[in-house]
């Protein structure tokens, strides 16, 4: 059964809403653009930067005191499980992000459950921890992967964070709920919605989130979105980065990506201090506290700590 019911963020004591953070551990070459360049069966053949790049940014992180989640694609926690260590060792929460990198809706339901069930249960025997929280490759939960969520909740997730409420070529729920949500409920189990952050404009939704959009465009337009999203609206938002986005100097390579351009090398250089502005201007934490999913007693809570409404 699908439902619609929204949720409420925790207020910090400031009034203002604790936004939510997290990274999707990838390396520099494990991106959609690339796929018809860099086959994930030669995935080995590449330098790995992956290790360094998720150290640099849970550095940034320690020097502005903020806690996350960290979304690992396992392929690379498969040869760099010291990394997932580091990263609970931290105090960061342990997503997962699948195994593979591959489209959602180009996947069959089982290829899907195997890669994703395989992605969970590696995270767990490196952490020792329940692992609640998936995010697609690309965000790419869209009408043609309507069965997905009902994956995740077979195999025990709680929350996903796989939607965009936008319109774009590759990803989007551009009528989708713009803040938490339950997106299945059955048997008394609920799977929760975190959708990627945007604001409303002119009759669409305006992507904030991250990612592209952070190293893209001007800093001061995330600024005004994440503060309308906070004080107008009152809810959470919610940012994501990956670490290859603070490495300016990772191999160049040519590719028209999956719509005919790639903006994968933009602005590079300039990600770094976008982010610690972001980390100074706003406060953060990981997605299953805004959830109410941080302990073993938190049950079937929201982001405001409470019952769904």
């Not at 619609?4 to 990274?23: D, I, K, Y």
């Not at 025990?156 to 709920?177: I, T």
Request: some cysteine; charged content about 25%.
């Amino acid at each position: 059964m699908e439902t619609r019911a929204t949720t409420h963020p925790r207020q910090t004591p400031e009034g203002a809403p604790l936004n939510a953070f997290s990274v999707d551990v990838e390396d520099w070459y494990q991106v959609a653009d690339f796929d018809a360049v860099v086959p994930f069966e030669t995935w080995d053949r590449y330098e790995s930067r992956v290790e360094r790049n998720t150290d640099a940014v849970l550095r940034l992180l320690d020097d502005a005191g903020c806690k996350g989640t960290f979304f690992v694609l396992t392929w690379n926690a498969e040869r760099h499980p010291e990394v997932v260590r580091r990263i609970a060792a931290a105090g960061h929460e342990v997503a997962t992000h699948g195994r593979a990198h591959r489209i959602v809706y180009e996947q069959t339901p089982d290829a899907f459950r195997a890669d994703v069930e395989r992605a969970k249960q590696t995270l767990e025997d490196i952490t020792g921890e329940p692992v609640i929280g998936y995010r697609a490759p690309s965000f790419s939960f869209t009408a043609r992967s309507q069965w997905a969520p009902d994956v995740l909740l077979d195999l025990g997730f709680r929350y996903d964070s796989s939607v965009f409420p936008v319109r774009d070529s590759l990803y989007g729920m551009p009528d989708a709920e713009r803040f938490p949500y339950v997106i299945r409920e059955r048997e008394g189990r609920r799977l929760v919605e975190f959708p990627i952050t945007t604001t409303p404009f002119l009759g669409r939704n305006l992507p904030l989130g991250g990612g592209a959009y952070l190293r893209v465009l001007p800093y001061l337009y995330m600024r005004w979105g994440m503060r309308r999203v906070n004080r107008a609206e009152g809810r959470a938002a919610l940012v994501y980065i990956h670490p290859w986005e603070i490495d300016p100097g990772q191999p160049r390579m040519k590719t028209a990506g999956k719509r005919g351009f790639s903006s994968h090398y933009l602005n590079l250089g300039r990600t770094e201090a976008k982010l610690r502005r972001l980390l100074r201007d706003f406060r953060f934490a990981p997605l299953r506290d805004l959830l109410g999913m941080a302990g073993p007693e938190s049950g079937h809570a929201t982001a405001a700590g409470a019952g769904v409404s």
